[in-house]
Nanobody
């Protein structure tokens, strides 16, 4: 069994920054891709950023240049650094981890961008 624990969400003013963390634990042999998704009220869940086991990254157009995804393989942890936050970034953010052929989701962490 694999558990994902997210942290780092909260309330921030427009233009501010936050860093999300997602730590995996349990029956982990090796983690392949890691990703962050988000879901705003009344909207579908959308992909925000991905990072492969080799460190290659990909971003949604809406966050390019503002968000940075990274990972610490020794800690089985993925991060999302979010700068220049906008009200439209308000959502529940979920981490997603691929281990072998399976995908696991975190419980989600709320990010609210408001003045």
């Amino acid at each position: 069994q694999v558990q994902l624990v997210e942290s780092g969400g909260g309330l921030v003013q427009p233009g501010g920054s936050l860093r999300l963390s997602c730590a995996a634990s349990g029956s982990i042999f090796s983690i392949n891709a890691m990703a962050w998704y988000r879901q705003a009220p009344g909207k579908q869940r959308e992909l925000v950023a991905t990072i492969t086991s080799g460190g290659s990254t990909n971003y949604a157009d809406s966050v390019k240049g503002r968000f940075t995804i990274s990972r610490d393989n020794a800690k089985n942890t993925v991060y999302l650094r979010m700068n220049s936050l906008k009200p439209e970034d308000t959502a529940v953010y979920f981490c997603n981890v691929q281990i072998r052929a399976y995908y696991y989701w975190g419980q989600g962490t709320q990010v609210t961008v408001s003045s």
